[in-house]
């Protein structure tokens, strides 16, 4: 079956300008997950999704940084005023929202950001 | 506070050699334990885990995971390396209490000599 995507596959944008960030996660996962990935560092985690409950945004560097998902299912990344520091890959998982975090998680190719 | 440190960055073995990545946690009592590959343009792929139960832990592609409390690490290994596990490995780990981010290691680059 399809795993999850994400779109762009990667993205140049200027300084100062907004970016978003899509995710289509497996369907029937009802769990979603954003992290960061900065060029020489491990995974950074920014913010998670489960169902209807509100996210866990803990992770989210500055209040630049937002995410949604509607209709319990794709989940948006949005970057306002980019800084040339969110130069990353941006990388979406998903997994089945049944057990928390001892689920597997099922990675998207990422999302590779290039601020100018 | 959770933390993952993998001491080596790069790794280089000859294809046939054995090999171990090293994966230290910090953390009060036995967390969730994870290794996860990156292949060159592919997204991560869950190697193996640990939970609970019998310490030493096998997983896809021939690897395996070893537990030890005493010393808080969690090895990878594999006996016998073919060129395609040339990519980057990434130990991760979650807390037990409900909490739902994975705290990642920053990863140790595998390069496969012929």
């Known amino acids: 079956g399809a795993g999850v995507s994400q779109s762009p596959s990667n993205k140049v944008t200027e300084k100062g300008k907004d970016v978003e960030l899509r995710c289509d996660p497996i369907?029937?996962?009802?769990?979603l997950y954003w992290y960061r990935q900065s060029l020489g560092q491990g995974l950074e985690f920014l913010i998670y999704?489960?169902?209807?409950?509100?996210?866990?945004k803990s992770g989210l560097p500055s209040d630049r940084f937002s995410a949604e998902r509607t209709g319990g299912s794709v989940s948006t990344l949005t970057i306002q005023r980019t800084q040339q520091e969110d130069s990353a890959v941006y990388l979406c998982?998903?997994?089945?929202?049944?057990?928390?975090?001892?689920?597997?998680?099922?990675f998207g190719p990422g999302t590779r950001l290039l601020v100018l | 506070a959770q933390s993952v440190t993998q001491p080596d960055i790069h790794i280089t073995v000859s294809e046939g050699a054995s090999l171990e990545l090293r994966c230290n946690y910090s953390y009060g009592a036995t967390p969730y334990l994870f290794w996860y590959v990156q292949s060159p343009g592919q997204g991560l792929q869950l190697l193996l885990k640990y939970f609970s139960g019998d310490t030493l832990v096998q997983g896809i592609k021939g690897f395996e995971a070893e537990f030890k409390r005493s010393q808080s690490s969690f090895n990878l290994r594999k006996p016998s390396v073919h060129w395609s596990d040339a990519a980057e490995y990434f130990c991760a780990v979650g807390a037990p209490q409900g909490y739902n981010k994975l705290i990642f290691g920053a990863g140790t680059r595998l390069a496969v000599h012929p």
């Open positions: 369907s029937g996962h009802t769990a």
């Open positions: 999704f489960q169902g209807n409950s509100a996210p866990d």
């Open positions: 998982a998903s997994s089945l929202g049944l057990g928390g975090v001892q689920e597997t998680q099922y």
